[in-house]
């Protein structure tokens, strides 16, 4: 995979992961012609478009879109699945997920990916896993929320 | 970076803790994929990361190895060892591999088993060993998964791509292309559409196979999406053969009235192409271009317009046939330009044949003349005739100028007034035609005849007519059919003629009597312009005399018959008669009926010349006599004096 974009039914960019390495004017102009493309095309068209020499997954799960970029020699049927299990991780997350989620909690949706895919590969491939690590992340983080007193720090007490 | 952390992240691909192992061995992908030679670092570990049991580092390790082996030749030689190991593990996730955690809607761990096979194509390209082991995989694969759902239909299509890409067994390949025909009859667009990608793909390997699906493929014409139906087009376009052509066209052009306006261009070429590959009659081929052309005219390929007059100028039993539809296909609808172009051609190469009266193959259309002018000119006046078509249309009228019956002052008048048109190729025409009606009339029954079947190759047509256009301005004749002896006898006159001694007087014909001369030459010729009898020459009863003949067809000639008698009472023998003309008329002296002018006003001796004279310049007659009478040899050199007006004006 290239890229990965989420963006909303009015076109704003939710959440965007590239896994090359273009310069920020590249990958505005690029986003601005993907999302037009998408959001021009009807319900009832199959999930993929020819792009460039890229192919476009995307689906629609409510009021977002999801969007991979993906290349020639690449399975598209699989893309799809990878689109729903990333959302399946976040539902089974945030619980019921919705795209406000998505907004408040940008950084937990930017984790849960990172868990996920790695290079624009899979890297796990069990929803246990990723969401264990992704638990774990947590705990660490409200530790060090939680203020402790010097003597805690140290184990004295 | 890379470099300098690549042995530490080798480090971490053996350390104990599967978290952090998996994330090293995508970094490692990473390395590879922006530094290509750190591979050699890489390259030692990936045999025992694959004997683990973590699903996550084995994908990893498995995508390692695909971006190894795709990068370099030495490592996909070392790897195709380990093509037993995969196909085991392969064989273990499929069997008895199911786990919850891991798999999708019944099938075990798809992102693996994909990953897997697409490894497994890369290993067994162009490598018969490996193929072999895996071919019962693949069809155990195959005929096991699950495709309720679009996990199973994804490792399906994964394995149908790894059979084609594979030296697989042909059962196999067979049951590949079925498969891919049972997604085509699947209600997911998107099932329908890879399958279509992958049989575009097969089209050339495995035609027959192939062809089997071709009913279903023509269904997905009909899709409303854009992407399907135009994969579905390619498809068709490629399973178009000889013997399905006729019915293939059908729906080819049922879906060019109805498809989307980027799609049509492809279309309506694909059509052409095919029909010129497979026509099976030249009938057949004639009506599905002039029906695309109908369809889509503005979209075709700028060379259809020569190929289709190409293609009619050589089927010669349907000139009659073609000149007919495309009459009522232009008198439909005049916008669509190769059509018009092709119709403008075909009317004044055949538009005799047109007004002819019936024709077997379609309906009898009767077809006046005036309606075929008001078509042309309709044509040209049209705004939304291009320059090019404008062109055609002038010189099919000036065609027809030739073909038609009736009177040419309609098409006389039209190419007058297209003199000052602005557009310069159009005034350039139309003055050379005007010219050739009034200076040239007599060539142009020549210049206008049926073109030769021109040579293939696109635009020798145009270099054709353009060369006719060039020919024309210089007078000279093109010297396509045998030319009528007398037009021999012209270009001979016009060489002299341009290099006469003395420049003939310029005489401009007055444009009443010039035009009563043209209008004459169709109909019957009346009878000849009568000249009095002329007695040039009398010396001891020998007489001379000379009557003109001014054949009104051929107003340029004159021919004189000099007659020699003798009223004495000794025979004339070794009667001589020579003739001598100015340089810029053409002389032609007949042989004579006899040497002898018997005495006593006998048989009289007559000769023939014939004289040309387009200049219209005054006649000059210098005759020159030896004979023998009375005992004496006599030598005569006379001008003949008292020429009548009438021959030589």
């Known amino acids: ?157 | 970076m890379c470099r300098d952390l690549a042995t530490e992240v080798e480090k971490l691909l053996l350390q104990p803790g599967s978290y952090v192992r998996k994330k090293a061995v995508l970094t490692a992908v990473h390395m590879i994929r922006k530094v290509p030679e750190l591979s050699n670092i890489f390259l030692p570990p990936c045999a025992q990361l694959l004997h683990e049991r973590h699903h996550g580092i084995l994908l990893g390790t498995i995508t390692l190895i695909t971006e190894l082996c795709e990068r370099s030749p030495a490592a996909l030689k070392h790897f195709r060892k380990v093509v037993p190991q995969l196909v085991q593990i392969l064989r273990t996730l499929v069997t008895t591999g199911y786990s919850t955690e891991h798999s999708i809607s019944g099938v075990s761990d798809p992102f693996l088993q994909v990953q897997i096979l697409r490894l497994l194509r890369i290993l067994g390209r162009n490598h018969e060993e490996s193929s072999e082991t895996m071919n019962d995989l693949l069809a155990q694969v195959a005929t096991n998964t699950d495709t309720s759902r679009n996990a199973g239909n994804a490792v399906l299509f994964e394995t149908v791509l790894t059979i084609m890409d594979t030296r697989s067994a042909a059962g196999l390949r067979v049951l590949a292309v079925n498969i891919l025909g049972r997604f085509l009859l699947n209600n997911d667009k998107n099932i329908r559409y890879v399958a279509l990608t992958s049989l575009l793909r097969m089209v050339q390997s495995d035609h027959s196979a192939v062809q089997r699906h071709r009913p279903t493929v023509v269904e997905c014409l009909r899709e409303p999406d854009a992407s399907l139906s135009r994969r579905a087009l390619e498809l068709s376009l490629a399973l178009v053969n000889s013997s399905n052509v006729r019915a293939m066209t059908q729906e080819l052009q049922s879906f060019l009235e109805s498809c989307p306006p980027d799609l049509r261009a492809d279309c309506a070429s694909g059509i052409l192409l095919a029909a010129e590959r497979f026509a099976p009659t030249k009938r057949w081929h004639i009506d599905t271009i002039l029906r695309v052309l109908t369809t889509a005219g503005t979209h075709v390929r700028d060379d259809a317009v020569a190929n289709l007059t190409q293609l009619i100028g050589g089927a010669q039993e349907l000139h009659a046939y073609s000149v007919r539809r495309l009459y009522s296909a232009l008198a439909e609808d005049i916008s669509q330009q190769p059509l018009v172009q092709v119709a403008a051609w075909c009317i004044g190469e055949y538009g005799d044949l047109l007004l002819e009266g019936s024709c077997e193959e379609t309906e009898p259309l009767q077809v006046k003349e005036e309606e075929v002018l008001a078509l042309l000119e309709k044509v040209l006046q049209s705004h939304m005739s291009l320059p090019a078509t404008r062109g055609y249309a002038l010189t099919a009228l000036m065609k027809l100028s030739t073909r038609l019956r009736g009177d040419n002052n309609r098409i006389r008048q039209v190419v007058s007034i297209y003199g000052s048109c602005v557009d310069v190729e159009l005034q350039q025409r139309a003055v050379e035609y005007n010219t050739l009606f009034r200076k040239y009339d007599h060539m142009r029954a020549a210049i206008l005849e049926k073109m030769p079947l021109v040579e293939r190759g696109g635009t020798q047509d145009e270099e054709a007519k353009e060369s006719k256009e060039a020919q024309l301005s210089e007078a000279a004749l093109v010297s396509t059919e045998p030319p009528a002896s007398k037009l021999l006898d012209l270009l001979d006159l016009l060489d002299s003629s341009s290099g006469a001694a003395q420049p003939p007087p310029p005489l401009e014909p007055s444009p009443g009597g010039t035009l009563g001369h043209l209008l004459d030459l169709p109909c019957a010729s009346p009878a000849p312009a009568s000249v009095p009898n002329l007695r040039v020459f009398e010396r001891e009863g020998l007489q001379l005399n000379l009557s003109f003949v001014r054949p009104p067809e051929t107003p340029a000639l004159l021919l004189i018959t000099v007659t020699a008698v003798n009223t004495s009472g000794a025979d004339v023998t070794h009667f001589v008669c020579q003739a001598a003309v100015p340089k810029s008329f053409q002389l032609q002296l007949q042989a004579p009926s006899g040497d002898t002018v018997p005495a006593q006003g006998g048989l009289p001796v007559t000769q023939l010349l014939r004289i040309f004279n387009p200049n219209k310049a005054p006649l000059r007659l210098k005759l020159r006599l030896t004979y023998h009478h009375l005992g004496q040899s006599v030598q005569e050199i006379f001008e003949v004096n008292n020429l009548p007006a009438e021959t030589w004006q």
């Not at chain 1, 969401?131 to 007193?149: C, F, G, N, V, Y």
Request: proline share 1%; aromatic share 12%; charged share 30%.
């Open chain 1, 1 to 157: 995979m290239q890229f990965m974009l989420l963006f909303s039914r009015q076109g704003k960019l939710r959440l965007q992961k590239w896994y090359v390495s273009l310069s920020d004017r590249e990958k505005k102009k690029i986003t601005r012609e993907i999302v037009q493309t998408i959001l021009a095309r009807k319900p009832k068209m199959c999930s993929f478009h020819e792009w460039r020499d890229l192919k476009i997954v995307y689906k629609r799960y409510a009021s977002l879109y999801f969007c991979c970029a993906i290349e020639d020699q690449e399975n598209e049927l699989i893309t799809l699945e990878v689109i729903h299990r990333y959302v399946e991780l976040l539902d089974k997350y945030f619980g019921s997920v919705c795209e406000l989620d998505i907004i408040f909690n940008f950084e937990k949706a930017y984790f849960i990916l990172d868990e996920f895919l790695l290079e624009g590969e899979v890297q796990e491939t069990s929803k246990k896993n990723v969401l264990k690590a992704i638990e774990q992340a947590d705990l660490l983080q409200e530790e060090a929320e939680t203020p402790r007193s010097v003597l805690e720090e140290i184990g004295l007490t």
